[in-house]
């Protein structure tokens, strides 16, 4: 399979941020994007109880960089059914769903965790709300671990109930 980031991209860019394939397709269907979440296999071995959940790859690389190694990468905004079973399946019991600041981050984060985690309550879920529409791989790279972990990380509940709260129409 194939994945990757526009290095050149800028906010207002016609160009997409990210081209990922799907699956390696019929013959050789090895690769399927979305049973698959990048880095499982080492955040399962970390000493942590919990994992990051991220949009993309480079956030877990930049991440694990600064010495996180639970981390994993959905590889996009879309985490389907079948990542989140895979959660379940290897015990994983509690996420922090950190995705990217910018708008189509929160729209993501707001479907994660009603489309997916809303399903599984003996799933924990806490959330992360980057500044300034930054991704985690910009914030790591100018705050480290030490600034990320200084981050507040509400419940879903909670995370909701302040997002509500904000809202100047509520």
């Known amino acids: 399979g194939f994945t990757a980031r526009d290095l050149n991209w800028t906010e207002g860019s016609s160009r997409p941020k990210f081209i990922n394939q799907q699956t390696t397709g ?31 790859q480079g956030d877990v690389v930049t991440a694990i960089h600064n010495g996180i190694d639970n981390c994993v990468a959905v590889g996009g905004t879309s985490l389907t059914k079948d990542q989140v079973f895979l959660l379940r399946e290897l015990g ?23 489309q997916r985690f809303s399903e599984h309550k003996e799933i924990r879920v806490k959330v992360i709300t980057l ?7 910009q914030f790591l790279r100018e705050f480290g671990a030490e600034g990320f972990s200084q981050l507040a990380s509400p419940s879903a509940f909670e995370w909701r109930l302040q997002k509500h709260l904000d809202t100047p129409d509520a």
Request: glycine share 6%.
């Open 26 to 56: 019929l013959k050789c269907d090895i690769f399927q994007k979305g049973h698959r979440l990048f880095n499982i296999h080492r955040a399962r071995k970390s000493k942590e109880s919990f994992v990051y959940l991220f949009e993309g």
């Open 92 to 114: 994983i019991h509690e996420v922090v769903l950190c995705f990217d600041g910018d708008t189509a981050g929160q729209k993501a984060t707001e479907r994660a965790l009603d």
């Open 131 to 137: 500044p300034d529409k930054k991704d985690p791989d």
